[in-house]
């Protein structure tokens, strides 16, 4: 048995004025895919365990990830599509992808079911099997051309490792003729927003539950997409897939059922946001710590620039003290932080070096004032929840010390969603009276924990959760909550 077994993930942030190059994907092509990714908490991971299991051939072509950000170039795009169709050309078996499913390139809305057409094309009797993120935009193509589809059931994302372990079993299950995957797929017009599509939270965690339920009633898998809606595309928005075992209406009855919940409870996904003044002005007020500060609008694991300064020069505006703030992506500023050296006290503008022409608002960098107070490499292994035993790399990060404020500086966008991007720098968030992080929902994998309150503080940034700052071009209308219905 021969298996190909391969990682290409994007969310693409169509409004995102981040490039996405080749390097951004940390492409690990071929053997160094197993070396990067084997034992860890992916999709990817778990597929290796399973065809190692079942003594299969394995065949890697490449493990590729990217943050979140603008579209892919197409010669960016036809690397490692090209790779992962070479792979399968060569002839397999079995298909394991480890996909994002809200990939967009300069040409193609929809990366993913462009990939999955050339491969049905290239193994039209092998069976194949898609692992998806929770923000997938699905499409006929994406499903019309795999035989399994399955996508993470928790926001923050927890679990890609049982998604890779569900997806896996149903195509083994497949090979062996001990079941016969029947595959449909749906949407509703509903965009919901990313900060109401938290996995714990109402109407989301019923959904879930539904969907798990009729699992352990017996379909091999029922996933229900939350969408992405930063990404403009015709198909945007949430969906549902469900698979069952040789039984297409029983697999239309779970879909269903699930879309109608969501539509039923479309008013619970849409988003209000607090201004950054008010949001931190009554923080101020709260009296025991940790106060999380959350800047979501600017959050690079969606293709934020994650340097708007809005937030952080509010928190500096109203003197609060005792602040973590992770953190500012800006290579220039880490540069002049490092050649003055630890302890050297230091003047600079800071972030705002990105225009976003999707809002219309220029760069705006902070004046600020402080003391070098540590300099590290920015590499450490996670070991929370979230992506576990993956090693990461924020690139050379600076704490630089306003005596009021500690703030990160990084090379390489990283969203906060592990305590170890502030314990690798020796910052202990639990004993910070405020911590304020460029994140939507994942943070809540690490810092949740730690922290009495939470405040959302809506500054500016291309993960806005404000739609009417956005101009929508591309997806189907009407779509709700853009055209209220
Ligand atoms: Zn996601």
Redesign the pocket.
């Known amino acids: 048995m021969r298996v190909v077994v391969a990682m290409m993930k994007h ?1 693409t942030n169509t409004f995102s004025p981040v490039a996405t190059p080749l390097e951004r994907f940390e492409p690990a092509w071929g053997g160094a895919a197993v070396a990067a990714y084997r034992g860890t908490g992916t999709a990817f991971g778990a597929f290796l365990d399973l065809a190692e299991r079942e003594g299969a051939e394995i065949e890697t072509p490449v493990a590729a990830e990217a943050w979140p950000s603008g579209p892919v170039p197409d010669g960016v795009y036809g690397a490692l599509a090209d790779a992962i169709c070479a792979a399968v050309a060569r002839g397999c078996d079995a298909v394991l992808l480890d996909l994002h499913g809200a990939m967009v390139t300069e040409s193609l809305e929809d990366g993913e079911g462009e990939l999955l057409a050339r491969l049905r094309a290239l193994a039209p009797d092998a069976v194949i099997g898609v692992a998806l ?3 997938g935009n699905l499409s006929e193509k994406i499903v019309g051309n795999a035989d399994v589809v399955a996508g993470y059931k928790t ?1 923050p ?1 927890i679990d890609l490792h049982r998604t890779g372990e569900q997806v896996g079993g149903i195509v083994f299950a497949a090979l062996k003729g001990a079941v016969k995957p029947v595959m449909v797929w749906g949407n509703r017009p509903m965009l919901p927003h990313v900060m109401r599509q938290a996995t714990e939270d109402a109407p989301m965690r019923g959904l879930i539950a539904e969907a798990a339920a009729q699992e352990r009633a017996g379909a091999l898998a029922v996933s229900v997409f939350a969408g992405f809606p930063h990404a403009d595309i015709h198909d945007a928005g949430l969906s549902v897939v469900a698979v069952t075992d040789g039984d297409a209406e029983r697999a239309r009855g779970c879909r269903d059922r699930l879309l109608d919940q969501a539509w039923q409870h479309r008013g619970g996904f849409v988003y209000r946001g607090e201004a950054a003044a008010a949001a931190i002005a009554r923080a101020r007020q709260l009296g025991d710590g940790p106060v999380l500060l959350l800047d979501h609008s600017d959050n690079c694991g969606s293709g934020g620039t994650q340097d708007d300064m809005t937030v952080l020069s509010e928190i500096l505006a109203q003197g609060l003290e005792d602040v973590v703030a992770f953190a500012v992506h800006d290579p220039a500023a880490v540069a002049s932080l490092v050649e003055a050296g630890v302890g050297a006290r230091i003047s600079l503008d800071l972030g705002g070096r990105t225009p976003m022409p999707a809002l219309g608002l220029p760069g705006r960098p902070l004046a600020v004032s402080g003391t070098v107070r540590t300099i590290t490499d920015g590499t450490f292994t996670i070991r929370g929840p979230m992506y576990t035993g993956v090693r990461v790399s924020m690139g050379r990060t600076v704490v630089l010390d306003t005596g009021g404020v500690e703030i990160v500086v990084i090379e390489r966008h990283h969203e906060p969603w592990d305590t170890g991007c502030l314990t690798s720098l020796g910052i202990d968030p639990a004993l910070k009276r405020f911590i304020m992080l460029k994140s939507r929902v994942h943070f809540r994998a690490g810092f949740q924990p730690l922290v009495r309150h939470i405040v959302e503080c809506a500054g500016n940034g291309v993960t806005t959760s404000d739609y009417a700052k956005l101009t929508f071009t591309r997806v189907r209308r009407p779509i709700y909550p853009l055209d209220e219905a």
């Open positions: 969310e993120d929770f923000h926001y994302h």
